[in-house]
């Protein structure tokens, strides 16, 4: 059984940083496919970051590129997600996602992921 679980969030004020955590136990972490969503309250979930394995492309939605980057340590089997420039729109529940293998076009939809977290607050706030 895999499991996942995020860490790491909290209250930052706008122009601030966080760091996520996302530890995985039960799988094959080198050949899984880790994604960030996030889901902002009366919102959909969206999609935020991906990565297929080490040394391939992490892919980013629009809205947070050049400010956030997801990074992954397969010795701790864990992914995480280093937020800068935090604004208010970015205060969501994050949420950590695990596959197999996916298809580059299917990494931001969030029925193509197995394994959930139970997420992490993130506020951004003065």
């Known amino acids: 059984q895999v499991q996942v679980v995020e860490s790491g969030g909290g209250l930052v004020p706008p122009g601030g940083s966080l760091q996520l955590s996302c530890k995985t136990s039960?799988?094959?972490?080198?050949?899984?496919?880790m994604a960030w969503f996030r889901q902002a309250p009366g919102k959909e979930r969206e999609f935020v970051a991906a990565?297929?394995?080490?040394?391939?492309?992490?892919y980013y939605t629009d809205s947070v590129k050049g400010r956030f980057t997801m990074t992954r340590d397969n010795a701790e089997n864990a992914v995480y997600l280093q937020m800068n420039s935090l604004q208010p729109d970015d205060t969501a529940v994050y949420y950590c996602?695990?596959?197999?293998?996916?298809?580059?076009?299917?990494?931001?939809?969030?029925?193509?992921?197995?394994?959930w977290g139970r997420g992490t607050q993130v506020t951004v706030s003065s």
């Open positions: 996602a695990a596959a197999r293998r996916l298809i580059i076009s299917a990494l931001r939809l969030s029925h193509m992921y197995d394994y």
């Open positions: 039960g799988g094959t972490f080198n050949t899984a496919t």
């Open positions: 990565n297929r394995r080490s040394g391939e492309n992490t």
